[in-house]
């Protein structure tokens, strides 16, 4: 991966980041919207978000690494 690749794909990174956060932070008021008595959609909801933030960042991370340690292979 080069580095412009690179450039290029950290705004998607980062809006799932974002997405993730806001889902995180509204997931007991999406969880108000449920039935009495069932927390089940509000711990789908935090369960979601932390698997987009931490997938992202992961991501993010490894394409990182590959556009700082990439060889230059001109021959």
């Given at each position: 991966m080069t580095q412009r690749e690179f450039i290029?794909?950290?705004?998607?990174?980062?809006a799932g980041i974002i997405i993730g956060?806001?889902?995180y932070v509204n997931?007991?008021?999406?969880?108000?919207?449920?039935?009495?008595g069932q927390?089940?959609?509000?711990?789908?909801?935090?369960l979601?978000?932390?698997?987009i933030v931490a997938l992202s960042s992961?991501?993010?991370?490894v394409d990182w690494y590959?556009?700082?340690t990439e060889e230059d292979n001109k021959i």
């Open positions: 290029a794909s950290v705004p998607r990174r980062l956060i806001i889902l997931s007991d008021h999406i969880a108000s919207a449920s039935p009495a927390d089940v959609l509000g711990d789908n909801i935090v979601l978000s932390s698997l992961i991501k993010l991370l590959l556009a700082a």
